[in-house]
């Protein structure tokens, strides 16, 4: 098993760009949630997605895009970048039972550090 | 909504001794707590959680929290600290579906 693996690792890009950072999971999980990790806020939610075809806004959603058309799949869109989406991205996914209420443990990828100039 | 803080930014202890990370919920139903740690560079790992029932939870790496709903706070110890366990800690709180976490305490292990 991978586990949750997150592409690309590094990414540095200019104001106005767009990309996509992919996440995949090979652990049948039907919760999958993208956060960003900044210094001194902890982590906060993007988006999260309790099943294929299912998608919600968690608490910083401005600027990002997600749609979830298999259950492995899970991809951050951004936009338009801009500096302020300067972070650190985690895709986490869940076996959670419970409906989706995002009570399972969370397996968190390793990371994508992007950069935006 | 429910919410996690975590009062300390950093601690230093030393090595072989006892590690007491703190963390304060808001007021709620019973609440879903879990603790997570994360290592430089690395994502974060799942330690222990709460959801009912005995309020002293085990977990791994020799950690445990105790919940206690007349302080709002579900704490993280460990009796005798390894070099290993350097790294940042995360509180959480399951909240309307969404797992929030606090701002972390990062914890620094001293020779």
């Known amino acids: 098993n991978a586990g949750v693996t997150q592409t690309p690792k590094f990414q540095v890009l200019k104001t106005g760009q767009s990309m996509t950072l992919q996440c995949a999971q090979d652990?049948?999980?039907?919760?999958m949630s993208w956060y960003r990790q900044d210094p001194g806020m902890g982590l906060r939610l993007i988006h999260y997605?309790?099943?294929?075809?299912?998608?919600d806004q968690g608490e910083v959603p401005n600027g990002y895009n997600v749609s979830r058309s298999t259950t492995e799949d899970f991809p951050l869109r951004l936009l338009s970048a801009a500096p302020s989406q300067t972070s650190v991205y985690f895709c986490?996914?869940?076996?959670?039972?419970?409906?989706?209420?995002?009570?399972?443990?969370?397996?968190f990828g390793e990371g994508s550090r992007l950069t935006v100039l | 909504a429910q919410s996690v803080t975590q009062p300390d930014i950093h601690i230093t202890v030393s090595e072989g001794a006892s590690l007491e990370l703190r963390c304060n919920y808001s007021?709620?139903?019973?609440?879903?707590l879990f603790w997570y740690v994360q290592s430089p560079g690395q994502g974060l790992q799942l330690l222990l959680k709460?959801?009912?029932?005995?309020?002293l939870v085990q977990g791994i790496k020799g950690f445990e929290a105790e919940f206690k709903r007349s302080q709002s706070s579900f704490n993280l110890r460990k009796p005798s600290v390894h070099w290993s366990d350097a790294a940042e800690y995360f509180c959480?709180?399951?909240?309307?579906?969404?797992?929030?976490f606090g701002a972390g305490t990062t914890v620094t292990v001293r020779a």
């Open positions: 986490a996914s869940s076996y959670d039972s419970s409906g989706g209420r995002g009570t399972g443990e969370l397996f």
């Open positions: 652990m049948n999980h039907e919760y």
């Open positions: 997605s309790v099943g294929a075809g299912i998608t």
């Open positions: 007021y709620g139903a019973t609440p879903y």
């Open positions: 709460y959801f009912s029932g005995d309020t």
């Open positions: 959480a709180v399951v909240n309307d579906y969404k797992l929030s």
